[in-house]
């Protein structure tokens, strides 16, 4: 059974920057996609950043130009830049996967990115 493994976050002033990664274990093939979704406090679980392939990247509007989306080509492993940060950037962020297309997601266990003002 896929699981996946964040690592990364925590707390950083406005401006600042951080990467979050994220590994997918228990299988022996490449993933079809990896991405992230932020959770704020009070809010509905939003993407981020998601990257398919291994090279076609999408994000939200709020992430462009200052959130950059990555993967290890020889591993199942995707990293999240994070730079510019601002306060609403602040949130849970939840690695997600979808092992083949069209298949559900699998979550990580999430990381928290807090951005002072």
């Known amino acids: 059974q896929v699981q996946l493994v964040e690592s990364g976050g925590g707390l950083v002033q406005t401006g600042g920057s951080l990467r979050l990664s994220c590994t997918a274990t228990?299988?022996?093939?490449?993933?079809?996609?990896m991405g992230w979704y932020r959770q704020a406090p009070g809010k509905q679980r939003e993407l981020v950043a998601a990257?398919?392939?291994?090279?076609?990247?999408n994000y939200a509007d709020s992430a462009k130009g200052r959130f950059t989306i990555s993967r290890d080509g020889t591993k199942n492993t995707a990293y999240l830049q994070l730079s510019s940060l601002k306060p609403e950037d602040t949130g849970v962020y939840y690695c997600?996967?979808?092992?083949?297309?069209?298949?559900?997601?699998?979550w990580g266990q999430g990381t928290q990115v807090t951005v002072s003002s």
């Open positions: 990257i398919v392939s291994g090279h076609i990247a």
């Open positions: 997600m996967s979808r092992v083949v297309r069209g298949s559900d997601y699998v």
């Open positions: 228990g299988t022996r093939f490449t993933v079809y996609s």
